[in-house]
């Protein structure tokens, strides 16, 4: 168990250290842990007994940090946004996840690894990823290989949303909505919103923070979803498939809410869920090899940049509709 943990820790302390690099900024801690972790096993290579500490971080830390990640949620702030921004989530939410897995058909891509990159590309990323792996039964493999997959191309997107303010000059206000509600990462909406000032950032986060909230109900409809035929004939109530990490979620997200913590406390759990998840994010990279990769990630690659085009130009027509 300690080895395994010490070894998530010193990727994750890793990670920290090099996202102050430029290139690798926009990539943030967790991405960058990921990567980290499938080198180290390529070039180091994971010894057995190592094996408990890291499925620990990969699996049990992994949900701990989803929970305290729910200290950034105000959900105040999203019910003062108005419900233009809760419908425009709803509607970019449930365009990706119908249309990525039937890319995923398409492109020869498993139903489980379309739905993962579908979520990530939908929702936030990383954790969302994280979050409904478990309702979809997903491995280990699969799980990384999303979470890759996202953070290429979440990271180009965020380049390229940058550039094409700078050469466009889009208003502060419906730049920020465009980067909210369809780049992957929060840490990709942020890099991407910043350059058009803090209005921009503003209206980017709360959108972002707005499609954060729905990761709890999606989780649980894929739960259902993927339930055996016969356990969903007999369901009762107490055999609903429900992600009690992401209630736990909810429970931050409303005591930030109601906010009885005071401000340096908030920023506690923030950058413990950060780095929590961070050695989550180790732990997952531990687990995967490149020739895995290879064989998943090419295919789902295409797919979800198909998928993430559809989405920016799917979500630049709303942003024009609704606001």
Not at 181 to 201: K, R
Request: aromatic share 8%; hydrophobic share 60%; charged share 10%.
């Amino acid at each position: 168990m300690l080895m395994g943990l010490i070894m998530t820790l010193l990727i994750a302390l890793a990670s920290k250290l090099l996202v102050g690099l430029p290139i690798l900024s926009v990539m943030g801690t967790m991405v960058t842990a990921i990567v980290l972790g499938m080198i180290w096993r390529a070039v180091i290579g994971v010894k057995q007994q190592a094996q408990v500490g890291i499925d620990f971080s990969a699996k049990k830390l992994l949900r701990l940090g989803i929970i305290l990640m729910g200290i950034r949620l105000d959900i105040s702030d999203i019910l003062a946004a108005g419900p233009k921004v809760v419908l425009m989530a709803v509607l970019v939410i449930s365009f990706a996840m119908l249309l990525i897995p039937r890319l995923g058909k398409r492109f020869g891509v498993d139903t489980v690894l379309a739905v993962l990159v579908a979520s990530g590309t939908a929702i936030c990323g990383a954790a969302a990823i994280a979050g409904v792996a478990p309702m979809v039964k997903a491995d280990e493999q699969r799980t990384a290989v999303s979470i890759a997959i996202i953070a290429i191309l979440g990271t180009v997107f965020t380049f390229a949303y940058t550039f094409l303010n700078s050469v466009f000059t889009i208003p502060a206000y419906t730049y920020g909505i465009l980067s909210g509600s369809t780049l992957h990462e929060l840490g990709h909406v942020i890099a991407a919103s910043s350059t058009g000032g803090q209005q921009s950032m503003d209206i980017a986060l709360i959108i972002k923070l707005t499609r954060v909230a729905f990761l709890v109900p999606v989780a649980f409809i894929l739960g259902i979803i993927f339930m055996d035929k016969d356990d969903r004939k007999n369901i009762g109530f107490r055999d609903l498939p429900i992600p009690w990490f992401v209630l736990g979620f909810i429970a931050f997200s409303i005591i930030n809410t109601i906010g009885i913590l005071s401000p340096s406390v908030t920023d506690f759990f923030t950058q413990a869920s950060v780095f929590i998840m961070t050695m989550a994010m180790a732990g997952l990279g531990l687990n995967v090899d490149f020739n895995a990769f290879g064989k998943m990630g090419g295919r789902a690659l295409g797919m979800g940049i198909i998928g993430s085009v559809a989405l920016s130009v799917f979500g630049g027509i709303l942003t024009m509709l609704l606001f």
